[in-house]
């Protein structure tokens, strides 16, 4: 199937279904996205190369009436893996300073995942927590290109399989921090894996029917002389609070 084939309308019609009647997603867009090129900040629910927080921010996107095309940065772990040319079918590339560079030149909005396996290996206890693991890259590259920053956050990917442990000692010992930029391997339950380690992360899985809310968030921009770290911790407390939010509405 080619590149184009995968971004018809009826593909992403198809997604939106799911996301619908399965997961009955639902949408919140509290501020109207910019018509400018922006950097879409999102948090990940659970997984590697399948990942239900993906799917939603761009339903999400299709909802709010975003029309500007928008480049996703990927985890390496997708090429690694042979599967770089389906992502990139549907507009992935390598997360990279020079990918961000070339979206923006080509005035294409940018989707990036900040928290990378670490946000996306959360144990279940830990599934309603956005986990940027300290990382401000984000925030520094919206500053120096020049563009606002439109967080986004989906909660109830997390329960769509039950995570025991974040694997990160496992996953430090087997050196894959080096090996394949993996610092998680989860301890999960999933369907048709059942127990295992790692696994569901890396192939496709069978979701439980968890509800999935999304929140788009009004735009946000550094202030005069704020430091990046001071403007990521703001946009990513901001993220905090609107996911509360979400869970607990609806739990």
């Not at 389906?86 to 909005?109: K, L, P, T």
């Not at 989707?111 to 996306?120: N, W």
């Not at 020049?146 to 496992?170: C, K, M, Q, Y």
Request: with cysteine.
């Amino acid at each position: 199937m080619t590149g184009r084939a995968l971004r018809t309308p009826w593909v992403r019609a198809a997604v939106d279904g799911y996301l619908r009647h399965y997961h009955r997603h639902n949408v919140h867009i509290d501020e109207t996205v910019p018509d400018t090129t922006v950097l879409f900040v999102a948090n990940h629910g659970f997984g590697g190369l399948v990942d239900l927080n993906v799917a939603a921010a761009f339903s999400a996107l299709d909802r709010a009436a975003v029309t500007r095309p928008v480049t996703a940065l990927v985890h390496q772990l997708a090429w690694t893996m042979g599967l770089g040319t389906f992502v990139e079918a549907f507009g992935g590339v390598q997360a990279s300073v020079a990918a961000v560079e070339n979206a923006f030149a080509a005035e294409r909005n940018v989707l990036v995942f900040p928290g990378g396996d670490i946000d996306a290996g959360k144990s279940w206890r830990d599934r309603n927590t956005v986990c940027f693991d300290g990382r401000t890259g984000y925030a520094r590259m919206a500053t120096e290109c020049g563009v606002p920053i439109v967080p986004i956050v989906t909660s109830g990917a997390g329960e769509s399989l039950f995570v025991l442990h974040d694997g990160r000692g496992l996953a430090a010992a087997l050196r894959l921090p080096k090996l394949l930029r993996l610092n998680t391997l989860p301890v999960s339950i999933s369907i048709p894996w059942g127990l295992s380690v790692g696994v569901a992360g890396m192939l496709p899985y069978v979701a439980f029917p968890t509800k999935l809310e999304t929140a788009i968030l009004p735009a946000m921009t550094a202030e005069l002389d704020e430091t990046t770290e001071s403007f990521a911790a703001r946009v990513e407390a901001a993220m905090q609070a609107r996911l509360d939010r979400l869970v607990s509405e609806n739990s």
